[in-house]
């Protein structure tokens, strides 16, 4: 069965520092999400893209994050300048229009660790 | 915030039926209702959903109560693999957001 692929899978970053998660999606998928989960809390929504523009974000998201597709498979998060706060897991996930109902097809995330 | 309540934690015997309730009431007509699954901090994994109608697939059951306020997962033969974060997510099932609370964490025992 096809997968939401992520790299890497930990990361650690000095605070301060830009970082890049980095997603694949399932290759038909047209709709593009982050998510992220600090340690011990609830998964929270962050951003969703579709045909190369956000189609929504949260309070979360602010201008230290930006996402793009930069090619016709890759689906990435940027965070400029990293706070110890932004330590959480990542995870990207994608839709397939054309499936009945649309459930989102997670990756297995990457673990930010800011220092 | 979620507009679902779960119970925080469930224990159930390896083999043994998992009932799993979720509680909805504020559930709108165009809101279907998902359940999703995080083993431990892998991503989400999608079970099944449901609007109206009880549902059945190849790894759960969901069972809607006739006023759509209330829903129950069931997993007919549970395993230690099924140990895990159960979330009840209502949704209108287009392509947005999820929203999730704190969900359930089922612990199967041997």
């Known amino acids: 069965e096809p997968e939401v692929t992520q790299t890497p899978s930990h990361q650690v970053t000095q605070m301060g520092q830009e970082v890049i998660l980095r997603c694949v999606p399932i290759?038909?998928?047209?709709?593009f999400y982050w998510y992220r989960q600090i340690l011990g809390q609830k998964v929270e929504f962050l951003v969703s893209f579709y045909n190369n523009e956000i189609s929504e974000k949260s309070e979360i998201f602010d201008d230290q994050f930006s996402v793009e597709r930069p090619d016709g498979s890759n689906f990435t998060l940027k965070i400029r300048s990293t706070k110890l706060e932004d330590s959480a897991m990542y995870f990207c996930?994608?839709?397939?229009?054309?499936?009945?109902?649309?459930?989102?097809?997670f990756g297995d995330g990457t673990r930010l660790s800011i220092l | 915030d979620a507009k679902t309540t779960q119970p925080t934690s469930m224990d159930c015997a390896e083999g043994r039926a998992a009932n799993l309730p979720c509680n909805h009431s504020t559930i709108s007509g165009n809101e279907y209702v998902y359940w999703y699954r995080q083993i431990h901090s892998q991503g989400p994994q999608y079970i099944i959903h449901?609007?109206?109608n009880n549902e059945t697939n190849e790894m759960a059951s969901l069972i809607i109560t006739e006023d759509r306020k209330s829903s129950t997962l069931i997993l007919p033969h549970a395993t230690l693999r099924d140990t895990a974060v159960y979330y009840c997510i209502v949704s209108p099932g287009n392509t947005g957001k999820l929203i999730f609370g704190q969900g359930t964490t089922l612990q199967v025992k041997p």
């Open positions: 290759s038909n998928h047209l709709y």
């Open positions: 449901g609007l109206k």
């Open positions: 996930a994608s839709i397939d229009p054309g499936q009945s109902l649309r459930p989102q097809h």
